[in-house]
């Protein structure tokens, strides 16, 4: 199992059925995302939370949080949640709410596609 996936059920409980949120396999787990912005995801069995750079380190001082460091280099405004914090459903709530709200934030990803090519006649 790449994925705690009664954690994932337990995510998508706690979700409820919203238009505006899917989830998605992505990094060897699981990603939930808003409006197409990840505010949460599973990795093996810790749950990751998008938290924002502000809400950062009064994450990282809380029971069984520490950072985010998929790549080696902590991510500011990312933390896992080892899985003594995310046991009961109010739990993972609290998390799950907080990056969803966080994500709420933020602006829509300008596009980056280049710009079309214009034919000219001759």
Known sequence: MAYDEALADRIRRVV???PDVIDKKMFGG??????????????????MVRVG???YGAALAE????????TGRPMNGYVYVG????????????WVDQGA????????????KRPKAHSRKR
């Open 16 to 18: 409820g059925p919203r």
């Open 30 to 47: 699981i990603a939930f995302l808003l409006d197409g912005k990840m505010f949460c995801g599973i990795v093996k069995d810790d749950l």
């Open 53 to 55: 750079p502000d809400r």
């Open 63 to 70: 029971a069984h949080v520490r950072p985010m460091d998929f």
């Open 83 to 94: 899985p003594g914090g995310s046991r009961t459903e109010k739990a993972i709530k609290k």
């Open 101 to 112: 709200t966080f994500v709420a934030t933020i602006d829509a990803t300008p596009s980056k």
